[in-house]
């Protein structure tokens, strides 16, 4: 009894050991994101054809028809706002439960209430799983394939990315999650 409880004692401290040994959890690449925001000015709003007249940043004046489903255009008015911005994000995690796994595509929409200033948002986040098939990382080149079996090979630049493939070897599947969001909006007058 005394040793099959010193094998047991002896295989556990074995086992801690090991966990103890093993490599921490991949880190995933930190996601980098830009945002464009672009506005014009209201200068005239009709109603009845459903067109506004917008003063640009550069002072260009241009008039632009406005879809039937943007709701509430009756709370535009001259000196009003209109503001677009863009935002895009990339980034990438290592997953071993991503393998053969099929792109996810994640598409989000709202705009506002009734009554409300006239608003609309829109987004989506797609997540390609791949296959590394070869990391470079003095070129910083990374060569991969998706579920269409096609071999690419992307140079990442950011120091971000660069730290991410330093991680990375063949036959890691990676989840790359890709996010672009548009988001327009009526702003009052300041």
Known sequence: MKTAGRSLT???????ALAACQAPPPKPMETVEDTVEV?????????????????????EM?????????????????????V???????????????A???VTVDVEAD????????????SQ????????TAVDTKTNQVTFHGSDGLVRVFTVQTPQAKE????????????????????LSVEPAK
């Open 10 to 16: 002896g295989a556990l401290i074995a086992a801690l």
């Open 39 to 59: 506005s014009a000015t209201v200068e005239k709003v009709d109603v009845l054809n459903r067109l506004l007249t917008l003063k640009t940043e550069s002072g």
């Open 62 to 82: 241009v008039t632009v028809e406005v879809d039937p489903a943007v709701q509430n255009l009756v709370q535009v008015n001259p000196g009003d706002r209109v």
């Open 84 to 98: 677009a911005r863009y935002r895009q994000a990339i980034g990438a995690t290592i997953s071993k439960e991503a």
């Open 100 to 102: 053969g796994q099929p």
């Open 111 to 122: 705009r506002a209430k009734l009554g409300q200033k006239p608003s609309a948002r829109a």
């Open 125 to 132: 986040t797609t997540n390609v799983p791949v296959t590394i």
């Open 164 to 183: 991410f493939i330093k991680q990375l070897k063949p036959g890691d599947t990676v989840v790359v999650t890709f996010t672009e969001a548009l988001a």
